[in-house]
């Protein structure tokens, strides 16, 4: 039955090596071997569906398909000696072969190699990869039913698309013990993500031959050396009509209809129908990011209340009230913005900016900076516990990591050319000097501290931006006079904050482009020595550069702009050219808003056009010729071929995309309460946009396996920690909490409304005539004495003139002290909640125990049976010790 060779444990390169003598056929033949299949001249090829995915006998299944030009150029020869060598080795590793020629493709120039695994090679590697299968039917009780559910109902799916398979208790596969096993049918034992997985498994690691000395395999290698142009698995029917071939299960065209339409936004996700065709890698990120829209529900229903009360209350705001009254605001002369070119002006001016600002800078947000920090902790904790009972549900309980993952990369054997032997093997592997490792580190670091360093250059460019335009601006609105209708919304500060947050937008987009590329090249150079180590340096190195990229310009908006400005004479420049920027009479937060707006939402609608529009043209301008042609004409595998390559990095972009968004709604929510509702619009068009994409848009991707969302977990960790330490800083230097509560305790004077007298008392006086030529306005048409600034300094006829008051320093006492509290209390909330929640639910602990045991106690009784009828028939190798050691093993198992 076992047709890979003499041994079963034998491996894939040594049964080809093995088989070196033996003749096979060509390329462009089809391997029959050992069944009784007729041969594809016995068919009409009429009569065959080309819309099928099996091979034209109507009964092997397509696994995988390969697809190649013949192109008459310098390397056409050794093209066609690898995929000789290769298509050989692959049939002598028991894979079936099928080459659909290139008349019959509908361009007349591309072959199509179709792969079927026969049953004894999935077996075979089913066993290697430790795939567990179906050994009994689960006996656990569901759970109790939600009292809920009568309510959710609307949401949920048909029972047969959230759960495709009946639920069973699961073993790894085991060729010798085939009969514990629950195999109906051969054909549909192994699902065909298990299939592809398999057969993937052997392309990677099937040799093709030897050149300049060197052993050279894989199918990876074979792609980037043009020798194929394509390999993949075959999705199963079209998405938007059922396949007409009974035996074909259309899961596709069941995953349109009911989880990739935006319609069936509402629904719930089929996670398991999503595990079952693209693999439990792919299944693990759209769980993870159902659960994450999920919780976004909470926030957003918080924050939008928190913003709900700042409108409400706008009219009670007693700033604002002072700054809009005209007897007040409207009497105060502010000093000019800008040296020379800005005029003086009054402070009512900025009636409507400082009642908009009450929105976002108010007592609520306070609370919800606090509460984001505990959701943050309730979000991750509640997602290890989800995490935890789907690794249950997906048979990933004992699985640490795929051998795909911890092989070594055919890049590092190919590129290493020393060996040394492995202290565990014993066996000779291909190394890479320290030596060598030191330089390739060193020019690694080096380039992504140049872009890191370019990054903040660009930031430092749109300052000198703000700087320079903000003049500009306000000489623009004071003597234009169609914009005086929207002077008092529009201000000079807004309008420079406008547009220089589109302007980084813009840079952070066009960086992004470049950098992404760096990165692959600088991470590919490093030669990580296994596919885990090569994903996680190029996670850490994205990472690292979209944190700077994205969050530079709004860490700058919120702890440094108008935090170090000087005073009036005394002014504080960039370069000794440009005054630093001032922040609007009622603070820095709406700028921090609108920078936070513009990139957020940006980002978000630029992500949604590359991950939706930009495929479906490309698939457009591809299939252009096809859709003139008929459908019988336009093959399965020819249908995939034209649509595109979901790379190894696909997913990966997917959560770097999440996880920066999951930064701006946690790093700096305090000011803008509103952002978990951007965030939870834009995830429930996520969801159906990358279900829509992924399910009509690309190729299928090969079947992997994930127990977590990986290193992205520990990111996720370390962005929690640190929003707590931004946002207690944002609630402390960049709103006005703080200076209000310090006026309202320790320097009101009025005790029927504590906060009248606030804008006088927080706004200092400066004498004109202390301006010295520089920054002196070249009109003073009223003849103003005096200006006021927004400061705590002591006045000009005060004997430390200019100086800080006692007043500053109580309110810098207090932002400290109020960081400090903060961070101590929402830390210790934070760890208290992850301590009280366990990571594993106890329900899931009990099921893991009781399959553990089931499994123990079948694979025991299976052993004694055998024991049974070998000592029945007369072996004298079953000794009656061996058969009372079984037993006991079976009773010691019972006991634990």
Request: charged share 25%.
């Amino acid at each position: 039955m076992n047709r890979l060779g003499k041994k079963a444990n034998e491996t894939l390169i040594e049964m080809a090596l093995s088989a070196d003598g033996e003749e096979c056929n060509g390329p462009e033949t089809i391997s029959t071997a050992g069944s009784e299949i007729p041969s594809s001249s016995e068919i009409d090829k009429r009569h065959q569906s080309k819309d099928s995915i099996f091979f034209r006998d109507g009964v092997r299944r397509i696994d995988f398909v390969l697809s190649y030009v013949d192109d008459l150029n310098k390397e056409w020869e050794k093209k066609l000696e690898r995929r000789k060598e290769f298509e050989s080795n692959l049939q002598k590793a028991g894979l079936e072969l099928e080459t659909e020629d290139k008349k019959e493709s509908e361009d007349g120039k591309i072959f199509f190699v179709k792969i079927h695994a026969p049953w004894e090679v999935l077996i075979t590697y089913a066993e290697v990869l430790n795939i567990k299968v179906p050994i009994k039917e689960n006996d656990i009780p569901p759970m109790v039913e939600n009292p809920l559910d009568c309510v959710l109902f609307p949401l949920r799916l048909p029972e047969n698309v959230m759960h495709p398979e009946p639920d069973y208790f699961t073993a790894p596969f085991s060729k010798d013990k085939q009969e514990l096993f629950l195999i109906n049918d051969e054909s549909t034992f192994f699902s065909p993500s298990m299939r592809n997985r398999i057969v993937n498994y052997i392309l990677t690691r099937c040799p093709y031959g030897t050149e300049e000395g060197k052993k050279k395999f894989g199918i990876k290698r074979l792609l980037n050396n043009g020798t194929y142009t394509a390999a993949y698995p075959l999705h199963d029917c079209q998405y938007w009509k059922k396949a007409s071939d009974p035996n074909c299960d259309s899961e596709r065209y069941t995953l349109y209809m009911e989880w990739a339409r935006f319609l069936r936004f509402y629904k719930e996700q089929p996670l398991d129908l999503i595990r079952k065709y693209y693999g439990e890698k792919i299944g693990i990120y759209f769980a993870w990011l159902g659960f994450y829209t999920e919780m976004l529900f909470l926030a957003a229903v918080v924050g939008l209340i928190c913003f709900l009360y700042g409108l409400f209350t706008m009219d009670e705001n007693m700033s604002s009230k002072e700054i809009c009254d005209p007897a007040i605001g409207g009497e105060i002369i502010m000093c000019p913005l800008c040296d020379r070119d800005c005029e003086y002006w009054r402070l009512n001016t900025t009636c409507e900016s400082s009642q908009y600002s009450h929105l976002f800078d108010n007592v609520a947000t306070l609370f919800f900076a606090i509460f984001m920090g505990i959701w943050v902790t309730l979000f991750l904790e509640f997602w290890k516990r989800r995490q935890a009972r789907l690794k249950y549900e997906w048979d990933l309980v004992d699985f640490e990591e795929e051998q795909q993952q911890l092989q070594l990369r055919p890049e590092y054997e190919a590129k290493c050319t020393q060996k040394k032997r492995n202290p565990v093997t014993q066996e000779m592997e291909p190394y890479l000097p320290l030596t060598s490792q030191a330089v390739r580190f060193c020019i690694s670091g080096a380039t992504v501290l140049f872009w890191v360093s370019l990054i903040i250059a660009s930031m430092i460019a749109v300052i000198v931006y703000r700087l320079a335009v903000y003049a500009a601006f306000a000489s623009l609105m004071e003597n234009t006079q169609t914009l005086q209708p929207i002077s008092g919304l529009l201000t000079p500060q807004l309008a420079t904050s406008v547009t220089a947050s589109c302007l980084n937008f813009v840079i952070i987009m066009i960086l992004n482009f470049f950098y992404e590329r760096i990165a692959i090249w600088i991470t590919d150079m490093e030669i990580p020595r296994t596919h885990m180590e090569y994903e996680n340096r190029l996670t850490m190195k994205m990472f690292l550069f979209q944190f700077v990229n994205y969050y530079s310009s709004c860490f700058y908006v919120a702890f440094f702009k108008g935090k170090f400005v000087g005073y009036p004479g005394a002014y504080t420049y960039m370069f000794n050219r440009w005054r630093n920027e001032e922040c609007d009479p009622a603070g820095c937060l709406i700028e921090l808003t609108t920078q936070l707006t513009i990139v957020m939402a940006g980002k978000q609608i630029w992500g949604n056009i590359q991950e939706a529009i930009v495929p479906w043209i490309c698939n457009w301008w591809g299939r252009r010729k096809a859709r003139n042609n008929p459908e019988n004409l336009y093959s399965r595998w020819e249908q995939d071929h034209d649509l595109q390559t979901f790379g190894p990095l696909g997913l990966f972009y997917e959560y770097l995309e999440m996880v920066i968004q999951f930064g701006f709604i946690t790093l700096f929510v305090a000011s803008f309460p509103l952002a978990p509702l951007l965030a939870l619009m834009n995830n429930i068009l996520e969801i159906r946009v990358d279900s829509w994409k992924l399910t009509t848009q690309y190729r299928r991707p090969v079947a992997a396996k994930a127990h977590s969302i990986g290193v992205w977990q520990e990111i996720l960790n370390g962005m929690a920690i640190l929003s707590v330490v931004t946002n207690a800083f944002i609630v402390a230097f960049t709103s006005d909490m703080i200076p209000r509560l310090v006026y309202y305790y320790a320097y009101s004077e009025n005790e029927d409304s504590p906060m009248s007298g606030y804008i006088n008392n927080s706004l200092s006086v400066f004498q004109i005539s202390d301006f010295p030529e520089r920054n002196e306005p070249k009109e003073n048409p009223e003849n103003f004495v005096i200006c006021r600034y927004r400061d705590y300094r002591y006045p000009p006829e005060h004997e430390k003139k200019y100086l800080h008051t006692m007043q500053f320093w109580h309110i810098l006492a207090a932002k400290l002290a109020f960081i400090i509290i903060m961070e101590h209390v929402v830390f210790i909330v934070k760890f208290f909640v992850a301590w009280m929640i366990p990571d594993v639910p106890a329900d899931v602990k009990a099921k893991i125990k009781r399959e553990k045991y089931l499994t123990q106690k079948i694979l025991h009784e299976y052993e004694l049976e055998k024991l049974k009828e070998r000592l029945c028939q007369g072996d004298k190798g079953a000794t009656e010790k061996e058969f009372i050691a079984t037993e006991g093993r079976m009773e010691l198992s019972r006991a634990m």
